[in-house]
């Protein structure tokens, strides 16, 4: 089945220590969203790859990093993750060609120690 | 800047129906997604408006009222699997790429 799949599902991490968050699609969609959830809140959009194309919200902090090597996947980096960026960070794929949805993975949680 | 409004909580009876209500001021504005999610998991999508009107879904509907901002999500013949937190969200568009920005949800509570 066509999914996007989200590794680890829990990660775990100390305070400042680097951690890199992965995503991957065999839907084939041209672009690909990380979004961040904190509890009780809505989805935030942290950025966006419109094919290579990158798109950072003006409000997403620089410790928050991403790259895209191929189609298929898409990595979210913190670089110094501190206690206030424990959340559920969620991807998610759309074709990008007019209005679509978006289909999402099932989340990574990440705990910062 | 974007403001998407709903209520934060509602419940209601197993069989019955209800109605979520969302509002939204925002710009470059494009459509309405509304999105189920269960705690601890992703959102999955319910439902698109992007013209006036009703779009009937099954026990699911959606309205959208572009003029006054205004969209609902109806829940017919509720079930306690219905029990979850239900996100509006408005498709943006932006010179930077189309976006979805999320309201808070609303957290229904179905009881028997």
């Known amino acids: 089945d066509a999914m996007v799949i989200q590794n680890p599902r829990y990660q775990v991490t100390q305070f400042g220590k680097p951690v890199t968050l992965s995503c991957s699609q065999t839907?084939?969609?041209?672009?690909m969203y990380w979004y961040q959830q904190k509890s009780s809140q809505a989805p935030k959009l942290l950025f966006h790859?419109?094919?290579?194309?990158?798109?950072n919200e003006a409000d997403t902090p620089d410790n928050f990093q991403s790259r895209r090597p191929n189609t298929s996947f898409c990595f979210l980096d913190i670089r110094s993750p501190g206690l206030g960026d424990a959340a559920m960070y969620l991807c998610?794929?759309?074709?990008?060609?007019?209005?679509?949805?978006?289909?999402f993975g099932p989340g990574t949680r990440l705990t910062v120690l | 800047g974007q403001n998407i409004d709903q209520p934060t909580e509602m419940t209601a009876t197993e069989g019955a129906i209800v109605q979520i209500n969302c509002t939204y001021q925002?710009?470059?504005?494009?459509?309405l997604f509304w999105y189920q999610q269960h705690a601890g998991e992703a959102p999955t999508f319910l439902s698109y408006?992007?013209?006036?009107g009703l779009e009937e879904k099954g026990r699911f509907s959606s309205f959208l009222s572009r003029s006054k901002g205004y969209s609902y999500l109806l829940l017919k013949e509720l079930q306690m699997k219905d029990s979850a937190s239900y996100l509006c969200?408005?498709?943006?568009?932006?010179?930077?790429?189309?976006?979805?920005?999320f309201g808070t949800g609303t957290q229904l509570k179905v009881e028997l």
């Open positions: 998610a794929t759309s074709s990008g060609t007019g209005d679509n949805e978006q289909f």
């Open positions: 790859y419109y094919d290579k194309d990158f798109n």
């Open positions: 408006n992007v013209l006036d």
């Open positions: 925002t710009s470059g504005f494009n459509g």
């Open positions: 839907l084939n969609h041209n672009v």
């Open positions: 969200a408005a498709y943006i568009l932006t010179g930077g790429g189309n976006k979805l920005t």
